[in-house]
Structure formats: structure tokens, C-alpha cells
């Protein structure tokens, strides 16, 4: 009994102390917030955050998108939670919190859709892309899809998970090099991953998006899929329905079909689509 | 659509390839630690535990790094043996063996230090040398420590995920070991072939432990009736 009361009264204590802790903070918080208020208006009212969950292969263009929504709309925070698209669906499905979906694949989307996840109207094809085989900067061995069979290792996205790697599955069956080449691929979580394996040199060649391939220069792009290897790839955007910030979501959204948004998106490799 | 067994096959290979080099490197080396002293000794000690306590995803970076194309053993294997181990089941083995390894070292080196130095003694007395007291008198007597640090590496071995999706990739029926397998069909909404799996994994999981519960209780016991009869 005794214990348990000396338990109760250090318990107390350590709850003071952290009350004192966390009053502190609030404090210092608020002067620093106040400081900043004589300087900007806008950041007076609370900052909304409006969470974009995005297909990892979305990430520089949005982060360029994410300054020209912040400055027409003082007062939101864009939060992005970038991932593969197969991951973000299942997270969205277990109610994770997200106010924008935007897909790098359809199936991912019409999953969504069918489980009355979305806002409906709101979804809408933002933007294309085409799929190219990518090599480290200083390989001469691999000049085109044939030249893959002489690879020792490649790599592609989980066709089950990541929709870059369901294109490229498309395109090497559709050449016909899909069952000579399944053992030496290398099935990466996403498409940053299959372009990592490619820059270290552990793996020979990557099939991988057309605005993937521009992110950087310690590789070369050697080929572009034919033209109808593999369906055509579209990036779909929704509000996912249990968002409280609809109508800020819905500009988002609108921002993104911009021309100055969508300039951007070509800037980095991206394909416009025809609405 | 039938299940398929290559992630169990594969990783049941894996697991006797890994548990074959622990078992070949953790014993010796245990066994050295548990008698001599040198300057040093904690720090190596501490190197031997290490992969038991650092997450498998930073010991997967680091053997990536150091098995990797531009990597110095990357390039002295790829020089000298024209091999490469990355996203190769070779790497599936070597991740699994150095996470393994502590599990079978520490097991070892414990029931080595716990053998009574008189009885190395005497043999020594009797005119047997250092190798032939190891092997008659010190081995027999932490051989329960070996079978339990074996099973224990074992199915540590048959479970390692982190550093193995690191080094060894997942490449379906070459390096997508049973762990991959799973994580990917979970990825994936393939929730029955995620359950099978889950369920050989467990039930598997499961008998090890409990068997190796059972075993060595029933080594305690037969000790005790040892210590009783003298």
C-alpha cells in the first residue's frame, strides 16, 4: 500500500512537471508566432493544412506547385505524403488522414471510387506520362529493350503495387521479353528505388517514367516504350470524402490544371493530357 | 490460383546457409572470448553483438554500402571472383547470417563460460592440449548453448526481412525469401496468399520455440539428477 501511494505521489510530480514543461512551450510559442504576426497578416488567422497524399514519382513538380498555391492562399500548409501509389490507397482505405489523392496509376483510384472514398465530381486525369529504359550515365552495353536480355540484373516497380512497374511488365510482355527477363529483375517498393538501383550501379538498367529519368544526371535515358506497349498513362486526382477542408481541396486541384501548374509538370518530364 | 513454394524453399536455404556459417564462425569465436583475455576484448565483444541490437535496416545499409557495386568488398569480390552478392541469394545469406550471428555467439560463449575451468584442468594435467580440451571436454559441456544458439539463429535466419529486402532484393523465385513474400502479397491486397504464408511462418515460428522450451527444461532436469547422483 505504501508503494502504491509513493507511486501516486511521483506520478503527480512528473505530471506537474510536464505541465510546467508544456506551459513553457505554449508560451514561447505564442511570442514567436506574435513576432511574426506584425511582420505577415496571414499568418494571424491559423494555418489550415490540407494533407496531399501523392504518387512519390509527383514529388519535385509538386513541391514547385505547392509554392504557387501557398502564395494565392496565404494561411494553408500543403502536407505531402509521398509513397507509392499501392501503399497510399491501403493507407487511405485504413482512414488515414488525407484530403488529396493524386494516383500515378487508375486502378489505384477506381479502388477508391468503388469503395465511395472519393468526393464525387472531383476526380479528374491531371497530367500523363510516357515509360523509357534508363542506364547508368557511363554504360554502352544496353541500347535499347532488346539489348536487356544481355543485362545480368534490371529492375522495375512492383507491377502488383507500383503502377510504373505495372507499365513496364505491360511493355516487356508486349515485346515479348517479359519470360526471359523475370529472373533478373529486381521488383523495387517504387520508382525512386528502381533509379537508386540504377545510380549505384547495382543493378544494370531501370524501366522507369519519362519524368523520373530527368531527375537526375548520373543516368541516361536510351529508349522510349513504343508507342501502345502498354496503356496510356494517366496521373488521376480525387478529394478523398473525409476531408473537412473540401473547398480548399477542390482548389488544389484546380491550381494543378493550371497552365503555370501544368508548365511545371512539363518542366519535369510530364506529358499534358487532353481533358 | 495454387501457392506458390518458392519463398518457402528459398528461405529455407537461406536459413541452413546462414545457420552453417554462424554455427562455423560463432563457435570458435565463442570459445576464444570465453577463455582469453586480450586489450580490446570489450570492444570486439561489443562488434560481435552488434547486428542483435542495430535495426536490420541499418545493418542493411551498411552491408549494401559495403557489398555494392562501388563498394570495397563489392569490388574486391567482383575483381577477384567476378561474383557480386547484391540482389543475389548469396546476399540473402550473408544478411541473414551476420543478424543471426549474435544469437548463436552470445548462446555459445554463456555455456562455454559457465563450464568449470577444474575440469579443463585436469585434462590439462593428464597431458591433453588445448584442441583436444576443447573438443572433449568444453564442446560436450555448453552443447546445450550450441543447440539452442543453432535453433535460435535458425529461425531468426528464416525471418529476416530488413536487411535482407536490402541486400538481396525481391526478385520472385530467386531472392523473394518468406518474409518479402508476405510483405509484398500484404502490399499487394493479396491477403490470402499474406495469410498462408503468415500461418506456415507462425505455426513454424511456434513449434521451434516451444520445442526448445520443452528441451531445455528437460536438460535442467537431467542435470539436476546429475548433480544428485554425485
Known amino acids: ?275 | 490460383m495454387g501457392l506458390d513454394f518458392s519463398p518457402i524453399i528459398l528461405s529455407l536455404k537461406v536459413a541452413i546457409a546462414a545457420v552453417i556459417i554462424v554455427v562455423l564462425s560463432g563457435i570458435p569465436l565463442a570459445g576464444l572470448m570465453a577463455r582469453r583475455d586480450f586489450p580490446g576484448k570489450d570492444a570486439v565483444e561489443s562488434l560481435f553483438t552488434l547486428p542483435l541490437v542495430l535495426p536490420p535496416s541499418v545493418v542493411g545499409f551498411i552491408l549494401l554500402w559495403l557489398f555494392g557495386k562501388n563498394g570495397p568488398l563489392g569490388q574486391f569480390l567482383a575483381q577477384t571472383f567476378n561474383v557480386s552478392v547484391v540482389f543475389h541469394i548469396s546476399g540473402a545469406v550473408i544478411a541473414a547470417a551476420v543478424v543471426s550471428f549474435p544469437l548463436m555467439y552470445q548462446s555459445v560463449k554463456a555455456a562455454m563460460e559457465g563450464v568449470d575451468p577444474t575440469l579443463e584442468n585436469a585434462a590439462r594435467t593428464l597431458g591433453s592440449g588445448e584442441i583436444k580440451v576443447f573438443f572433449t571436454i568444453t564442446l560436450p559441456l555448453s552443447w546445450p548453448g550450441i543447440v539452442s544458439g543453432f535453433i535460435l539463429s535458425f529461425a531468426r535466419s528464416l525471418g529476416e526481412f530488413g536487411a535482407t529486402l536490402m541486400v538481396a532484393g525481391n526478385i520472385p523465385g530467386k531472392t523473394q525469401t518468406m518474409p518479402i513474400a508476405i510483405y509484398m502479397a500484404s502490399e499487394s491486397g493479396d491477403d490470402r496468399t499474406a495469410m498462408m504464408l503468415v500461418l506456415i511462418m507462425t505455426v513454424f515460428s511456434f513449434l521451434v520455440v516451444f520445442w526448445l522450451n520443452r528441451w531445455s527444461k528437460r536438460q535442467k532436469k537431467s542435470t539436476a539428477q546429475d548433480i544428485g547422483r554425485e
Request: charged share 25%; hydrophobic share 40%.
Open chain 1, 1 to 275: 500500500m505504501l508503494v502504491y501511494v509513493e507511486g501516486r505521489t511521483k506520478v503527480k510530480k512528473v505530471a506537474i512537471l510536464f505541465l510546467v514543461i508544456i506551459l513553457t512551450l505554449a508560451g514561447c510559442g505564442q511570442t514567436a508566432s506574435g513576432d511574426k504576426g506584425t511582420d505577415r497578416r496571414s499568418s494571424q488567422s491559423p494555418s489550415k493544412q490540407i494533407i496531399v497524399s501523392a504518387a512519390a514519382s509527383l514529388k519535385e513538380p509538386l513541391e514547385d506547385i505547392e509554392k504557387l498555391y501557398e502564395e494565392q492562399h496565404q494561411g494553408l500548409d500543403l502536407v505531402f505524403n509521398f509513397a507509392s501509389s499501392g501503399s497510399l490507397q491501403k493507407q487511405i482505405e485504413q482512414g488515414a488522414p488525407a484530403d488529396i489523392f493524386l494516383s500515378a496509376g487508375q486502378s489505384q483510384m477506381d479502388a477508391l471510387e468503388k469503395q465511395d472514398l472519393l468526393v464525387q465530381g472531383t476526380r479528374i486525369d491531371f497530367t500523363g506520362n510516357e515509360i523509357v529504359l534508363v542506364v547508368s550515365r557511363d554504360n554502352q552495353n544496353i541500347k535499347s529493350f532488346e539489348d536487356l536480355t544481355k543485362a545480368n540484373l534490371i529492375s522495375i516497380g512492383t507491377p502488383e503495387t507500383v503502377p510504373a512497374g505495372k507499365y513496364a511488365q505491360e511493355t516487356l510482355k508486349n515485346m515479348k521479353l517479359w519470360d526471359s527477363l523475370q529472373d533478373k529483375i529486381v521488383q523495387a517498393k517504387d520508382v525512386k528505388q528502381v533509379l537508386d538501383y540504377v545510380k549505384s550501379g547495382n543493378v544494370e538498367a531501370g524501366i522507369v517514367y519519362g519524368s523520373d529519368a530527368k531527375s537526375s544526371d548520373k543516368i541516361k535515358v536510351v529508349a522510349e516504350a513504343p508507342a501502345g506497349s502498354h496503356s496510356p498513362i494517366v496521373y488521376p486526382g480525387a478529394v478523398i470524402n473525409t476531408s473537412s477542408n473540401l473547398a480548399e481541396a477542390k482548389v488544389f486541384l484546380d491550381i494543378l490544371c493550371s497552365s503555370e501548374a501544368q508548365a511545371i509538370l512539363e518542366n519535369y518530364g510530364f506529358k499534358r493530357v487532353n481533358y
